[in-house]
């Protein structure tokens, strides 16, 4: 049956793989469950829509699991059944009439109450319009009663102006208006008891709440699952995962992070006890260039979710030091009585041997159908090589989410589901993708360049004139280009 979707209008990338992988989680390709990748939804847009218009119809085979959907979702705003659409109220009047009967009775019941609600987008309207246009709704047979606090029932009026002023969209042909009954909708209130501002330890790099959530809906985190991330710095991603009821576990190659903190009630376990949440199985102290596991271990995490390193905002660091790796010293072995407080020396760690070694680290512990989500940087330039994601055998990238960051430089979520086990054949011709990945990406990818790309100005005149504010005349919304 297909529904209205309506989604928040931010972070547009990531609102349909959201949905996508929702459906997923709660069972709407259950035909093709024995398929490692599942075939994507079915979209439409509404008649004269733009294509980054808040505004989708989405076929799902259940109303359980568009509720289920919506209620989980952060991004969207709330699920409907359609009963009517217009251009005028009229045309909303005839549409919604001819709505079969069948469909509609139930929830008109004498015994149900029930509450309108008008909504709009790209326009303002009063409270005292509001009201009269609920009251034009008398050729609906509500039987039951108006309740305004908990209705059995909540049905949404949603009016779509067609002025320019639509939110950064351009305008459509003619107004559109929307009338259906509430499936679902967003618990909103998560994020700001989540947000980074009340949060008890944080760090430089913290992920913002709403984007790990985001990316812990794409890791289909659940009850029973175990979630890790190898990057865990203060645990921004992992406490998003245990709210949704995983099992999580992580890693950081710095101790003083995970074992310290800022004192015994301002740690990485101290922001899970903040919300009550089950606490991780284990932090450890672990070099993602050199993983901790025992040989022949396998297929162990459910999800692996993180934001690598990449050297924009922090630089990536792995085990050796620089005189240790280039073979100027010789390795030490640290004295019994300065174990407790000796950290270990460390070198700059490259985001192309980063992302190497976590595609493989993903390969070997993600079980069949596991997701690996993580962020990877790119520039906005179209002929650039760095535009181009990294790739693995064992795994098929399903989404690509961008966030513009500045006018240079944006990152893009990916979220990649392994298809096939990890095998000798697999890890060789995985090497060789890596070869060709890092002779295509050295100019951006290797130390320090990647950090000098982004803030440099993109105009050598600009640089030399001293002016380094870029005009733009494209109009914009939340970051992104119309």
Known sequence: MWYLCVFF????????????SLAQLFGAFKDNQND??????QWKLPLHHHPDSPFHLVNLPSEEIARNIANRSILVKGMY?????????EELKESILSYPDERKLPYLDSNSTFRITVDTFGKVISLQEQKELIQGFTYIPFKGKVNLRNPDHNFWLIEVDNCEGNNGLPPVVQKTMFFGREVGGSDRKLIPT????????????AMDAEIAFLMANQALATPGKLVYDPFVGTGSILVAAAHFGAMTMGADIDIRVVRDGRGPDRNVWSNFKQYGLEMPVGLLRADNNLPPWRPGLKEVFDAIICDPPYGV??????????????????????????????IPSTAPYSLVECVHDLLDLAAKMLVMGGRLVF????LRE?????????EHPCFKLISSSEQILSSRYCRVLLTMVKISPYTEEIHLAARLQHLEFKENHVKWLEEG??????????????KEAGDYKSKDSKLKYRGKYV
């Open 382 to 390: 179209e002929d650039s090589p760095h535009n181009h994601f990294p």
């Open 36 to 41: 490692v990748v599942l075939p994507q939804l």
């Open 449 to 462: 360049n990647l950090h000098s790309a982004v803030f440099s100005p993109a105009d050598a005149q600009l």
């Open 194 to 205: 989540y947000e980074l501002k009340s949060r008890n330890y944080l760090g430089p790099t």
């Open 375 to 378: 962020f990877y940087p790119i």
């Open 81 to 89: 059944e359609l009963w009517g659409e217009g251009g005028t109220y």
């Open 9 to 20: 209008h931010r972070y547009l990338d990531y609102r349909k793989p959201e949905v996508e």
């Open 313 to 342: 905002r922090a630089g990536g660091r792995k085990s050796g030091g620089r005189k240790l790796l280039k073979g100027a010293v010789e390795p030490y072995i640290v004295p019994d009585d300065k174990r407790t407080d000796h």
